[in-house]
Each structure stands twice: as structure tokens, then as C-alpha cells.
């Protein structure tokens, strides 16, 4: 019966995915006082991309074509490893957010690697950010994972290094035994949020302006199918790293109250991107590894805090 329940809330998350980039961009529209594109815009790009024929360059290789498809499938497979709408994920396992942190690495390697093949010193520069970026926000990840890790060894939840059990409401039984300083957690789920889907402050991906570009100037040369798997992986993204912010926040409940509250905070995350990208001017390059390194620093004091208690 779980793994059904698994399977459909996953297909669930598949479908809706491209909407919650549908919301950010009407939310954007509305504080500039225009109507915005349809909410299902990037569904009708997805399937008129997918119908489009492919422009290579004739200096690529296979590893600039196979590039979209392997950073779409790794953020399909980490997805797969979260818990959705109050099921334990069928595929959870002790150490599996090791194996979801460096699905999205490899998503983004291939992604690097794609940018390169082109030889274009303009993709080279946003490999560049994307490859120092990455760099910063993993060991953020890991941090604040191990933060919650400690919690659940100290208060013995069984499982502790699943991530069905720490995203799967865990963190508000902790607060109320006396952990309140994994609130915090939320702003550093949030600030990665931001920068592995390289939104505002972090990147502004409606603009190719050369001094704020980073992953929209690495898929300037796709195209047709290709550029349909780089849509919907940005939104499978988005929708993963939504997930694990919204976990740290929703308790246990029914799986139909759960899937409700699951699907109401992922769109009010949408919403809340939206926002910062309206009323937030994007931040100077040099500034960026700032934001990132004082969500670090915070989830290193949470690590702290965890470990002496």
C-alpha cells in the first residue's frame, strides 16, 4: 500500500513540478503590475520544445547532447529519494542523502561539462560560477544535515540518517523536545534553495546580462528536445529543495492531511521566491559566496548546538 501511495505522490510531483516556476513568474508579474505569462506556460514551452527539432554546433560531442538529459534524470532520482506527502520514500536507506546530495552534483557536473563542449568562453565563464557555487553551497547541505542527524541520534529516532525520517516530521517533534535552534535550518534551506536553483539574489534567470548570469548561460546553445530537459529539470529542482525546506516544518499527520499541507507549502515556497525576487535587487558576484557563507555559519552553529547538548 505505501509504495503506492509513494508512487502517486511522486507522479504527483512530477506533474505539478513546471507549475511551481508558473507561480514564481506570476508573482513576479503582479509586483510589477503586469498579468504575467499563463501559470501553465512552461508546460506548453516543455511540448512545443519537445515537438521542435535540435541546433548542434558542429564542434560539440556527444557530451554536450547527453549533458540536459543526465542533470534532468539525477534530479528525477534524488527526488525519489525524499519523502512526499507523509510516505517514507520505498527506496530510503541509511546514508541515502549522501547519495541525493551528489545526484544533484552530478547533475550539475554534467551540466558544466555540456557548457564547456561548446568551447564558448561565455558558457566557460558561467561553468566557472556554477563550479564555485556548488562548491559553497554542498558543504552548507551537509551541515545542516548533520545537524539534524545528531538531533535524531540524541533524542534515538531509528533510522537517523534517512531522509524519509528527518524530512518527514521530525524537526517539529525536536523543537518541541527542546531544540528550537533548528528553526534556524529553515533560513539555510532557504538560502540553498535560492542559490542551487540560481534564483534572485544568486542569478536572475530572465536576463543575459554577462556580470549576473550563471545557469542560463550555460544552456544558451541548447535547444528542441535538449532545452526541454533543461526546463523541467530546473523545475524538478526547484520542487526537490522545496521539499526539504517544507519537511523541516510540517509535523506527522495523515497522508491525506499531510499531502494537502505538502502541496499548500510548496506553492507557498513558489511564492515566497517570487517575492524575494521582486523586492530584492540581485547582489553583487563577490557578495553571493557572503549570503552563502552565513548559512553556513549558521548551520554550523546548529551542528554545535546539537552536539553539546
Avoid at 250 to 268: D, E, R, Y
Wanted: glycine share 8%; proline share 5%; net charge neutral.
Amino acid at each position: 500500500m505505501n509504495l503506492w501511495l509513494y508512487l502517486a505522490e511522486f507522479a504527483l510531483a512530477l506533474v505539478l513540478a513546471p507549475l511551481s516556476l508558473g507561480i514564481v513568474n506570476r508573482v513576479k508579474a503582479k509586483f510589477s503590475g503586469r498579468h504575467g505569462k499563463p501559470l501553465l506556460q512552461l508546460y506548453y514551452d516543455i511540448a512545443k520544445l519537445l515537438r521542435k527539432g535540435e541546433v548542434v554546433g558542429k564542434g560539440t560531442t556527444w557530451v554536450f547532447s547527453a549533458g540536459p538529459a543526465i542533470a534532468m534524470t539525477s534530479a528525477v532520482v534524488a527526488l525519489s529519494l525524499l519523502p512526499l506527502g507523509g510516505v517514507a520514500s520505498p527506496f530510503a536507506f541509511q546514508g541515502d542523502f549522501i547519495l541525493c546530495a551528489y545526484l544533484l552534483g552530478m547533475g550539475r557536473f554534467a551540466t558544466i561539462l555540456a557548457a564547456l563542449d561548446t568551447g564558448s568562453p561565455f558558457e566557460g565563464m558561467g561553468a566557472s560560477r556554477e563550479a564555485l557555487f556548488g562548491a559553497l553551497a554542498e558543504p552548507v547541505l551537509f551541515l545542516a544535515l548533520l545537524a539534524l542527524i545528531t538531533t535524531a541520534e540524541s533524542l534515538g529516532v531509528e533510522k537517523e540518517l534517512s531522509l524519509s525520517t528527518l524530512f518527514n516530521g521530525f524537526s517539529p517533534q525536536a523543537w518541541l523536545s527542546g531544540r528550537p535552534e533548528l528553526i534556524m535550518l529553515i533560513f539555510v534551506m532557504g538560502v540553498l534553495l535560492l542559490v542551487e536553483n540560481c534564483r534572485i539574489p544568486v542569478d536572475d534567470p530572465n536576463t543575459h546580462l554577462e556580470l549576473t548570469m550563471i545557469h542560463e548561460v550555460m544552456v544558451l546553445d541548447h535547444s528542441g528536445p535538449n532545452l526541454a530537459f533543461v526546463l523541467y529539470g530546473s523545475a524538478v529542482k526547484l520542487w526537490l529543495f522545496a521539499s526539504l525546506l517544507t519537511g523541516l516544518v510540517i509535523p506527522v499527520m495523515p497522508v491525506w492531511a499531510h499531502t494537502l499541507c505538502s502541496l499548500l507549502g510548496m506553492f507557498l515556497a513558489a511564492c515566497a521566491v517570487g517575492v524575494i525576487e521582486s523586492v530584492m535587487a540581485r547582489l553583487r558576484m563577490h557578495v553571493v559566496p557572503a549570503l552563502v557563507g552565513l548559512a553556513g555559519s549558521v548551520a554550523a552553529f546548529v551542528l554545535i548546538l546539537t552536539l553539546v547538548r
